[in-house]
């Protein structure tokens, strides 16, 4: 044998744990092992609401485990259209698809209304789905600094390419920031471009009643924008759809090949999700308290020393510098009674490394006392770079 073909993988594996990269899956309990649950992203706790998880017994009951094949042989059923009309009528979309995750939502748009002939334009803190999009759509890509809108209008008015993509987070997924969408709309109409927005971490949680960022920043209703959306995140699910007008879907149906070769949603995942959209509808206060938690917790870290961002959602980053550093103080967290996010590179850039706390709608006095306990415990090892 001319080389070991593992031994490469053995030294890169190496490399990252030198590097404090290494990864490990870690198996919880039910109840999180008892402690306080900051790091998931069941933004409105409607995961574990009994009327969510009935729902998907329900139509496990009815409909089958699985949907048995993909969405335009047997993989559709009525579940799954009446979930795209109530999405679609939710978020105010002329219509919805729906896939098996936000993951395969955000390549079929941006691939689908890509191609070799258009030019994408990527926020440079994109999500990993966009960036893998970006890299499947064959376009040209330009990746512009984060929120940067001079930066965008310079890439679209220079452009060879007839059609264009700029494609955006709503809410960044680390960082917790906003993206300034009203203007972001304005450059791409008058560049004749699409809009493509990512609203996984704004849907049920950012604009009246939940209905996200592009709802309001007053744009639900141009026919120049696409919004990606995950079921996975405010309503408690699993899932992904993709909102927009009739030429975006009719797009999709014919040509995203990740619609079209996947197996759809399962019945269990359309039905739950379904349910969590009836009870933020009924409850439109969710939202406002989910915010409203990740606020004081952005507070208090203000408040002991440690750098994190004002929150438009409900993502609270704690920036803290190394990998290591990032990952004692999660650990400190967890011997304090609360399991919070740790992100490290790729998942950010070198010398960010960072806690990502999320805030839940149903969270109580109590529990934001043991995060901001853990959280001192994190400011008096002496977190700041």
Not at 26 to 34: A, Q
Not at 82 to 98: I, K, M, N, Q
Not at 107 to 121: E, I, M, Y
Not at 326 to 354: E, I, M, T
Request: net charge negative; with cysteine; glycine share 10%.
């Amino acid at each position: 044998m001319r080389n070991d073909p593992l031994a490469r993988l053995r030294r890169a594996a190496e490399a990252r744990h030198a590097a404090g990269l290494r990864r490990t899956r870690r198996s919880r309990g039910p109840d999180h092992d008892g402690l306080l649950d900051l790091a998931s992203n069941d933004y409105l706790g409607l995961a574990r609401d009994p009327r969510v998880t009935g729902a998907a017994a329900e139509a496990a009951r009815v409909w089958g485990a699985g949907s048995t094949g993909s969405r335009l042989v047997t993989g559709s059923t009525r579940l799954h259209a009446e979930l795209e009309e109530r999405l679609a009528a939710f978020a105010g979309s002329p219509d919805a698809l729906v896939f098996s995750s936000g993951y395969l939502a955000n390549l079929a748009a941006v691939a689908a209304l890509g191609g070799r002939d258009a030019l994408v334009v990527s926020d440079a803190g994109n999500h990993a789905s966009i960036v893998d999009a970006c890299r499947l759509s064959r376009s040209r890509v330009v990746v512009t600094p984060h929120r940067d809108v001079e930066a965008v209008e310079a890439a679209l008015a220079g452009r060879p390419e007839e059609a264009a993509l700029v494609v955006t987070d709503a809410v960044f997924s680390v960082d917790g920031d906003l993206a300034p969408l009203a203007a972001l709309h304005d450059v791409a109409v008058r560049h004749g471009a699409l809009l493509v927005v990512d609203e996984a971490h704004s849907l049920g949680v950012v604009g009246e009643g939940g209905r996200g960022a592009v709802a309001a920043a007053g744009l639900s209703a141009s026919p120049y924008v696409v919004r990606t959306v995950t079921l996975s995140k405010s309503l408690g699910s699993q899932g992904g759809a993709v909102l927009g007008g009739p030429e975006v879907v009719q797009t999709l149906l014919d040509t995203g090949r990740s619609f079209i070769f996947d197996t759809g949603l399962a019945p269990a995942c359309a039905g739950s999700a379904l349910a969590a959209l009836g009870i933020i509808e009924s409850e439109p206060d969710l939202p406002a308290r989910a915010r409203d938690h990740a606020v004081k917790l952005a507070a208090y870290c203000a408040e002991i020393g440690l750098e994190s961002n004002d929150p438009a959602a409900a993502v609270v980053p704690v920036f803290l510098g190394p990998p290591e550093r990032a990952l004692d103080a999660a650990a400190r967290c967890a011997d304090h009674g609360a399991r919070v996010g740790c992100f490290r590179p790729p998942s950010v850039p070198p010398g960010r490394s960072c806690l990502r706390l999320t805030s839940r709608a149903d969270l109580g006095p109590g529990d934001l006392e043991v995060i901001q306990r853990a959280l001192r415990a994190v400011a008096e090892m002496g977190a700041r770079p």
